[in-house]
C-alpha cells in the first residue's frame, strides 16, 4: 500500500509560480511512476504529468511546468510557473506500477493510488 498526500496548493495570481509536493510513504518510491492529474470544475481529470526516469507532460503545461522526484525524501514535485487562470484546479497525486525501461504512461486507470488533491486558484 502507497500513501499520498500533496501539499502546497494555495491562491495565486496569474503569472505566479506554484510548487506543489506529494509526499510518499509505504513501499518502495523509487519504483513507481509517479503523476500529477487536475481536475477543474466541470471537468474530469486530466493527465497534466508524470515521471519515472524523466518527466512527460500534457500539451497544456509543456514548458511552464516541471515535475521533478526526489527518492530520498520519498516526494515528487511539480513545479508550475506562468500560471494561467485555466490551471485552476485541484491538483492530484498518483502513483503506479514501473515500466520497463524507465517509461512513463498518462492513463488514469494504470495508476493504483492516489492523494486527496489539493486546490490550485489562479485568479486574474
Known amino acids: 500500500q502507497v500513501q499520498l498526500v500533496e501539499s502546497g496548493g494555495g491562491l495565486v495570481q496569474a503569472g505566479d509560480s506554484l510548487r506543489l509536493s506529494c509526499a510518499a510513504s509505504?513501499?518502495?518510491?523509487?519504483?513507481?511512476?509517479m503523476g500529477w492529474f487536475r481536475q477543474a470544475p466541470g471537468k474530469e481529470r486530466e493527465f497534466v504529468s508524470a515521471?519515472?526516469?524523466?518527466?512527460t507532460y500534457a500539451d497544456s503545461v509543456k514548458g511552464r511546468f516541471t515535475i521533478s522526484r526526489d527518492n530520498s525524501k520519498n516526494t515528487v514535485y511539480l513545479q508550475m510557473v506562468s500560471l494561467r487562470l485555466e490551471d485552476t484546479a485541484v491538483y492530484y497525486c498518483?502513483?503506479?506500477?514501473?515500466?520497463?525501461?524507465?517509461?512513463?504512461?498518462?492513463?488514469?486507470?494504470?495508476?493504483?493510488?492516489w492523494g486527496q488533491g489539493t486546490q490550485v486558484t489562479v485568479s486574474s
Open positions: 509505504g513501499r518502495t518510491f523509487t519504483n513507481y511512476v
Open positions: 498518483a502513483a503506479g506500477p514501473p515500466v520497463y525501461g524507465g517509461g512513463v504512461y498518462d492513463t488514469e486507470s494504470r495508476y493504483a493510488y
Open positions: 515521471i519515472s526516469w524523466s518527466g
